[in-house]
């Protein structure tokens, strides 16, 4: 019915906002690693998390890293570029 395929619409909608939110929130998490001396809670307040634990498990799940290991790599390496968001 026209009642149940909106709310598939809705759901999946939802679902890909905050897919989408999720990866903003990454990609900006990992300029600052790169770019600042802010710390890994600060980096993590800054983009929406009150957990640094919570943030942690999110960023190594995205990067296939902890933040403080992406940032020494990329400070081995200065012309590493932030990784592509699309992965």
């Known amino acids: 019915t026209e009642i ?3 709310s598939i619409y809705t759901k999946i909608k939802d ?13 900006r998490a990992a300029e600052l ?8 809670l ?7 998390y009150s957990s640094v634990s919570q943030f942690g498990i999110a ?8 933040p403080a290991q992406f940032r020494r790599n990329a400070n081995k390496n ?3 570029t932030v990784p592509d968001q699309n992965r």
């Not at 690693?33 to 890994?40: E, I, K, M, N, R």
């Not at 960023?59 to 902890?66: A, E, I, L, S």
Request: charged content about 15%.
């Open 78 to 80: 200065p012309f590493t």
């Open 4 to 6: 149940a395929m909106e």
């Open 15 to 27: 679902m890909l906002s905050a897919q989408y939110l999720l990866e903003q929130r990454m990609a």
């Open 59 to 66: 960023f190594k799940r995205r990067y296939h890293m902890p």
């Open 42 to 48: 600060q980096i993590s307040t800054v983009v929406g």
């Open 33 to 40: 690693l790169t770019t600042t001396t802010q710390s890994v």
